[in-house]
T-cell receptor, first 115, second 112 residues
């Protein structure tokens, strides 16, 4: 069985400050890792994913996450946040190599960016 | 077309009603999913269809009945729901392999 722990339920930051949202996972097999963002009253949007290869993955809107196998972590970072980044962020894991992926989500981190 | 479309966006139903949620994608994805998300909680998997066959049922009560009529459509039939079933119901699809889902915007269901 796999599980995901997001260490912070809420993260308040000021605009243009850096932010890190922490995610740890546990699994007995190889995994794929994802970050999703959910804006109020909307579905989830895939922000970025780690499948294999380079451990640092980037999104088009300035977020990046680093897969650390030894620490079983996949923390999300952004060097300078905007008001529009205010949303809930979910870390998720699925078992690698399956024909379809059962996603297991963390509890979510609400990022609030203040002016 | 890179979207998963869910209808309706909002639904209010009584406990004796029968209703259906619909989900459609035209990305050629062969895996489709239903998730349930309660307020302030992460999504929880309900059902997985792979190549139009039910692959996973996460011990969901029988008042929820999924259907996959073809590779582009996924329905969730609702009957005799309880107020605690009120939630955001999310549909998703994925290419073969665990490469990340595309989610729809969800149906906000209220059971009265």
């Amino acid at each position: 069985a796999q599980s995901v722990t997001q260490l912070d339920s809420q993260v308040p930051v000021f605009e243009e400050a850096p932010v890190e949202l922490r995610c740890n996972y546990s699994s007995s097999v190889s995994v794929y890792l994802f970050w999703y963002v959910q804006y109020p009253n909307q579905g989830l949007q895939l922000l970025l994913k780690y499948l294999s290869g380079s451990t640092l993955v980037e999104s088009i809107n300035g977020f990046e996450a680093e897969f650390n196998k030894s620490q079983t972590s996949f923390h999300l970072r952004k060097p300078s946040v905007h008001i529009s980044d205010t949303a809930e962020y979910f870390c998720a894991v699925s078992e690698g190599g399956t024909s379809y992926g059962k996603l297991t989500f963390g509890q979510g981190t609400i990022l609030t960016v203040h002016p | 077309d890179t979207e998963v479309t869910q209808t309706p966006k909002h639904l209010v139903m009584g406990m004796t009603n029968k209703k259906s949620l619909k989900c459609e994608q035209h990305m050629g994805h062969r895996a489709m999913y239903w998730y349930k998300q309660k307020a302030k909680k992460p999504p929880e998997l309900m059902f997985v269809y792979s190549y139009e066959k039910l692959s996973i049922n996460e011990s969901v009560p029988s008042r929820f009945s999924p259907e996959c009529p073809n590779s582009s459509l996924l329905n969730l039939h609702l009957h005799a729901l309880q107020p605690e079933d009120s939630a955001l119901y999310l549909c998703a699809s994925s290419l073969e392999g665990s490469y990340g889902y595309t989610f729809g915007s969800g149906t906000r269901l209220t059971v009265v």
